[in-house]
């Protein structure tokens, strides 16, 4: 809805009328998200959202006269990129604490204070983490407020005017009714304790965890609401409420999801012990599992180091993960203290984590993770305002091809949003990814979580003679409580062989030996050739192609696809069981083909992104040496680039010196890339 957002309103709690207090502006934006407080010594309303082209801190009198002013106390501008969290009133009426993240500034959260004139707002904290949720003690003088320097968030108090922290530890929690505690263990296949994502449900409906553990909140069943878990190590205790408990737990797609109930009894500890069970085992398979675009911090409520972070992979039984340093809104930089340049020494021969890039454009070009770095690669993000890279410039091919320089491997990322068919109508899509990969800078192109958009994206990279692979990338941020999606929830699956490690899943991953998946499993040859190779036939001759899939999946799958140059050649409609799917066709191919196999089902329970998806690569088939040329898919690229440098000529962002020139000699060396493939048609 336009101009959608929160708005302030005042509940007579006698008989509970209600009263608008506030309109939606007619030409400025309203925040989603509003925090208010109360000052009755003045009788204002202080509150923190976005009214303005930039957030600010707001005061608002009480009463409701016929004309009323909302006056903004802060002076941020656009280019401080400001984010507010939340705020309390002084009860001396002489203003109001907040905390703030001047995202181009410090880039963290802290603690200011700003009179009710308003004027430059006074830092109260400086920390190299985050300050949450101020509260003023009754007499003024104290601030109790969260931190996330301890990893979780936990509750300090210091004076009003700053200085020392004192960590108000809670060592217990007092229930209103009776409670006891939950020991729950967790074995694995072999019976040793194991890591795993698990869901709890008390009998208050709420979810409880052990002390120091975060608790994120995500979906479970299709259409339902968020639940609560935590990332068990194996064996945990956690207090909870007396009466009927609920667990469920989960570890990655290669394990069956176990529920238990139990009760738990007042004053008693109740004890749970959960087998995992495996329905397959890739790793024995040669196959091992990774995601591109992982967060471990990103503008969230916790601070998740890589003890945390090597959590995950374990309780995912996700085997490599790309770990990303990037920013986010401004020029702040999340998880630089981690990038070393390899993999992190903490990894484990099975769990390996590499801290590498998100290079990421705010809106015209895109962004693209790079996987095997030895260095990063300035500026890091361009189209910031006010920062020091603010202009649509370098392009990202440069980027990308300065990490290829090292041995990177690039992925464009989320390359195309929700249903949309035009890559222009989000500000995340891969826009300049036809100029990428014409200039030979471009490894892979992440279809899932994305789905059919961003697999119609690759078919036609593919289609205009290109060798791209397909990648998976959650974009998740593991510092948030209401955690946007699971560590490997899609996946690549990598035929690394029996020796496992980065140097060898991404050499294998390079040679096309990949699917990717949130659940399904697939086998696939052409000819008996795996994923990844090229079938070559000698110029003006046909060659007769035996397809053979097989897809093995914990839930039914609705469907399994061939498809050829981006059509669906042959497909299997499956009895709605759990039995694996075979699909088989013979296809004379008398011009260069690429083949790939797909499957998807219905909804289901404990699917990351409840739709389950699988893919595989491409096998080629290559007569002559002719490349897989679609007239369409080329002509589209054509149009694809004169729309490109038609946004970046709109927006004429390209900075000093002769940096358009240099873009636009790299827009020309693709379009004479693109036009030398239509003559070969």
Do not use: C
């Amino acid at each position: 809805m336009p101009n959608a957002g929160s708005l302030l309103h005042e509940i007579r709690v006698a008989g509970g009328q209600v009263t608008q207090l506030q309109y939606r502006p007619q030409r400025n934006p309203v925040a989603t998200w509003t925090d208010a407080a109360w000052s009755p010594r003045n009788g204002e309303i202080f509150f923190a959202t976005q009214r303005e082209s930039a957030p600010q801190v707001w005061s608002l009198r009480e009463g409701r006269p016929p004309v009323s002013i909302q006056l903004p106390l802060t002076r941020y501008r656009r280019e401080d990129i400001v984010q507010l969290h939340s705020l309390s009133a002084l009860p001396d009426g002489s203003g109001v604490i907040y905390s703030g993240d001047v995202v181009n500034g410090k880039g963290d959260y802290e603690l200011y204070r700003v009179g009710r004139q308003g004027g430059t707002p006074a830092p109260i904290t400086n920390t190299e983490r985050d300050e949450f949720a101020p509260a003023v003690s009754p007499d003024g003088r104290r601030i109790a407020h969260v931190s996330n320097q301890l990893g979780n968030l936990d509750l300090f108090v210091m004076p009003v005017s700053g200085g020392a922290k004192t960590h108000v530890q809670l060592k217990a929690l007092k229930f209103r009714g009776p409670s006891g505690r939950v020991r729950v263990r967790i074995l694995d296949e072999s019976g040793k304790p194991s890591p795993a994502r698990l869901y709890v449900r008390a009998s208050d409906g709420k979810g409880y965890a052990p002390a120091g553990s975060p608790i994120f909140y995500y979906g479970l069943d299709p259409g339902a609401a968020r639940e609560a878990f935590f990332v068990a190590s194996g064996d945990d205790e956690f207090p909870a409420p007396a009466g009927r408990l609920r667990l469920t737990a989960l570890k990655g797609v290669e394990y069956r999801m176990q529920d238990r109930s139990l009760d738990v009894a007042p004053g008693e500890t109740a004890e749970v012990t959960i087998q995992m069970e495996r329905w397959t085992n890739w790793n024995q398979r040669g196959w091992y599992t990774g995601e591109n675009h992982f967060h471990a911090n990103y503008n969230g409520s916790y601070y998740q180091r890589p003890p945390q972070s090597l959590g995950w992979l374990e309780a995912e039984d996700l085997n490599a993960a790309n770990m990303i340093v990037a920013n986010s809104e401004g020029a702040f930089i999340h998880d630089k203290e981690f990038f070393r340049g390899a993999p992190d020494p903490i990894s484990l021969p099975r769990y390996i984590l590499y801290w590498n890039q998100e290079y990421r454009n705010s809106d015209p070009l895109g962004h693209m993770a790079f996987l095997n770095l030895k260095k990063q690669v300035p500026p890091s993000f361009t189209s910031v305002i006010g920062s020091n890279s603010p202009y649509d410039f370098p392009l990202n091919t440069m980027a990308a091809m300065e990490a290829r320089r090292q041995g990177g491997f690039v992925s464009y990322v989320h390359p195309i949003a929700g249903t949309l068919n035009d890559v222009f109508d989000t500000s995340l899509g891969a826009k300049e990814a036809p100029l990428t990969a014409a200039l030979g800078a471009m490894d892979a192109i992440d279809i899932l979580p994305f789905g059919e958009q961003a697999y119609e994206m690759w078919y036609a990279l593919l289609n205009a003679g290109f060798r791209i692979l397909p990648g998976a990338g959650t974009d998740v941020f593991t510092n948030w409580r209401g955690i946007n999606n699971i560590p490997g929830g899609s996946r690549e699956y990598v035929e690394a062989g029996p020796a496992f490690s980065w140097d060898r899943w991404l050499a294998r991953y390079r040679e096309g030996r990949v699917f990717v998946t949130n659940g399904p499993l697939i086998s696939f040859q052409v000819n008996g050739q795996p994923m990844g190779a090229e079938i070559r036939v000698p110029e003006g001759q046909t060659v007769q192609s035996r397809l053979s899939a097989e897809v093995t999946a914990q839930m039914p799958l609705d469907t399994v696809e061939f498809v050829e140059n981006g059509k669906v050649i042959a497909s299997a409609q499956t009895d709605g069981s759990t039995r694996p799917v075979r699909l088989e066709k013979e296809v004379v191919v008398d011009r260069s083909s690429w083949f790939a196999v797909r499957a998807a089902g219905k909804p289901a329970r404990g699917v990351v992104g409840f739709v389950p998806r699988a893919h595989s690569g491409a096998i080629w088939v290559r007569v002559g040496d002719r490349p897989v040329l679609v007239r369409d898919d080329v002509e589209m690229m054509l149009r694809w680039l004169e729309r490109f440098w038609n946004n970046l000529e709109e927006r004429n962002n390209f900075g000093p010196g002769d940096n358009r020139a240099r873009a636009r000699r790299m827009l020309d060396q693709a379009l004479a890339h693109y036009r030398a493939k239509l003559a070969e048609l």
